[in-house]
């Protein structure tokens, strides 16, 4: 972890490398004094950004840094809108970083928590087959839907869009979906059918 200095710290430390001798006796220079203060003031400032610029190389801190993390992964992600807000922005870069994939039903129910839908579920369609099959115990299809899977996503987001944190053209108390749909859409195995349940 950097030490951050403060002014009261560089100016001490640059009085300590005063060279000796009377042309740098701060009693008989005042104006020194002042030179010091201002050399100390523009170290600790520059100190302080470098522990800012230490603190934006991580995803998890990033602040100032947005739009360059953003230039260097690919974002903003088009499932989040054409204007995204800014700690939407932040979260991407973050997940961007951070996401593994998977293809269980975890991972995409995870990816609906993320939306803001805590209740989600998934439940997988199976082709009725002699011997696993058992009435009341599975949700059937026929054979063409064997690969079909139903992300039900248990009602709407629970705090819907509002007043200062909507995008132009959205509803209030509305909770659009298409980001969500996105999502799932693009992480789904390719040899599968998805359908979001929004009851």
């Known amino acids: 972890m950097a030490v951050l200095r403060g002014v009261a710290q560089y100016r001490n430390q640059l009085r300590s490398l005063l060279p000796s001798g009377p042309a740098w006796e701060l009693e008989r220079l005042p104006e020194l004094d002042q030179v010091l203060q201002g050399v100390a003031a523009e170290l600790a400032r520059l100190d302080a950004r470098s522990v ?8 998890a801190g990033v602040s100032e840094l947005v739009p360059d993390w953003e230039r260097v992964m690919n974002l903003p992600d088009p499932c989040l809108g054409a204007t995204p807000l800014y700690d939407d922005r932040r979260l991407a870069v973050r997940r961007r970083l951070l996401a593994v994939g998977d293809q269980s039903t975890a991972y995409f129910i995870e990816i609906a928590r993320s939306q803001g839908y805590p209740d989600a579920t998934v439940t997988e369609l199976r082709v009725p087959r002699m011997g696993r099959s058992r009435f009341g115990k599975a949700h059937f299809g026929t054979w063409k839907a064997q690969f079909m899977w139903i992300l039900n996503t248990g009602g709407r987001l629970s705090l819907g ?3 200062g944190a909507s995008y132009w053209g959205e509803r209030f108390g509305m909770n659009p979906g298409s980001a969500l749909e996105c999502l799932i859409h ?14």
């Open 186 to 199: 693009r992480s789904a195995p390719a040899h599968t059918q998805v359908y979001i349940n929004y009851d």
């Open 161 to 163: 869009r509002r007043f």
């Open 52 to 59: 800012d610029l230490l603190n934006e190389m991580d995803p």
